[in-house]
């Protein structure tokens, strides 16, 4: 069975320090594996596609890493404003497009 | 461009009453997704349509629940007979392509009361 866990499930962070979130993936064939962010009350805001192992994106202070059985958020040096809740998803080569959700990390940034 | 709609935004009904949630995709997005998001479930997976047929219904969780597309557009997910654990976030996304990535609305809050 497809699954996807994120960790941890909320995280504090003091403005400008730096960490990662974590999506560890099970699937029956990688097509693609995405970032989302989540605004309280929004729809989740499309952020990255990664395909293979050792592909890596940047967007602004934001990198997303992907492994064979893992991905990494780097947030470096955040601000309050990055507060939000990030959802990771995978897609398999053999369904027809449907995206597998983690259960989520809740990012607080204090000033 | 104009992003996914979605109405209403917010839904109260009773139970056991039918709900209609509408869906606008981003146009000249031929894949269109329904999802659900409720506490402690996430996001859940319920239909997907290329254009106006829906090759995968596996994530609707019952016989109470369907959704058609027309046009290669709008779509709409019909609940009947509603129950409390209906209760939850309804999302649409679209997509230019299945496997590219999804843009999704800003959801559709139902509550069974």
């Known amino acids: 069975e497809d699954q996807v866990t994120q960790s941890p499930e909320a995280l504090r962070l003091q403005e400008g320090e730096s960490s990662s979130l974590n999506c560890s993936y099970t699937v029956s064939g990688l097509r693609g594996l995405f970032w989302y962010r989540q605004d309280p009350g929004k729809g989740p805001e499309f952020l990255f596609t990664l395909y293979s192992a050792g592909e890596e994106k940047e967007k602004e202070r934001l990198k997303a890493t992907l492994t064979k059985k893992e991905s990494f958020l780097h947030i470096t040096a955040p601000k309050p404003e990055d507060s939000a809740t990030y959802l990771c998803?995978?897609?398999?080569?053999?369904?027809?497009?449907?995206?597998?959700f983690g259960q989520g990390t809740t990012l607080q940034v204090k000033p | 461009g104009a992003g996914v709609s979605q109405s209403p935004s917010n839904k109260v009904t009773e139970k056991g009453k039918d709900v209609e949630l509408r869906c606008d995709p981003i146009?000249?997005?031929?894949?269109l997704y329904w999802y659900r998001q409720s506490l402690g479930q996430g996001l859940e997976f319920l239909i997907y349509?290329?254009?106006?047929?829906?090759?995968?219904k596996s994530g609707l969780p019952s016989d109470r629940f369907s959704a058609e597309r027309t046009g290669g557009s709008v779509s709409t997910l019909t609940i009947q007979r509603t129950q409390q654990e209906d209760s939850a976030v309804y999302l649409c996304?679209?997509?230019?392509?299945?496997?590219?990535?999804?843009?999704f609305g800003p959801g559709t809050r139902l509550t069974v009361t």
């Open positions: 146009s000249g997005h031929t894949a």
């Open positions: 998803a995978v897609q398999a080569m053999s369904n027809t497009g449907k995206l597998i």
């Open positions: 996304a679209s997509s230019f392509e299945p496997y590219y990535e999804q843009y």
């Open positions: 349509f290329q254009g106006n047929s829906a090759p995968d």
